[in-house]
């Protein structure tokens, strides 16, 4: 019997020892800010040290906790139909040549409009309550999942869609058995 490694003997030491690299590179980001924010001379308006925000975090953690929960609300929500537009547009397009050419172009052109532009239209057309950030959401997140989904059913290897085919799947069942798979 082989003695145990001391990566089996100790998980979390391993875990750490792999997180490293990048607490440390936090922590000294971290530090430099609360460094240049004490001695640099700037307001603590303008830029607090990162211990008076923490500070003030715990202090406040009752208005805090009380503001996320409708904001991971209408993030989860606006992800949620985003998700679920983005799946229908990608089969849409998966399986329609001409309104790929009639959308795509369109949905690059949404893309280029600068967030900051359409959040006051937004705000203005439907008010401050949940549909405008979720409407927010939406659209900031539907465009990439559009594309990685119809990317992942271009990335469908050939021989799996000409096995199916060779046994008589229709189009549909292609896409059910091998390019949906192949994008998620």
Known sequence: MRPLSAAQLCPLATAIFKAGPALLSVGALLL?????????GIKPTTL????????QAIL?????????????SATLVGFACSLSAAFVF??????SHPLRR??????????????????????????FGLAPKIMLVAFVTFFPMMVAL??????T???IELLLRSMGASRWRVFLLARLPSAI
């Open 90 to 95: 990608s089969v849409l397009v998966d399986f």
């Open 32 to 40: 430099a800010w609360e460094l240049y924010a004490r001695f640099s």
């Open 157 to 159: 290897e050939d021989d």
């Open 102 to 127: 009639a959308i795509i172009p369109v949905f690059i052109i949404s893309q280029t409009l600068p967030l900051v532009a359409i959040a006051p239209l937004v705000v203005l057309w439907f008010g």
């Open 48 to 55: 607090p040290p990162p211990s008076r925000v923490l500070e």
């Open 60 to 72: 406040h953690r009752d208005a805090l906790m009380q503001n996320a929960v409708p904001t991971i």
């Open 150 to 155: 119809v990317q992942g059913y271009k990335a």
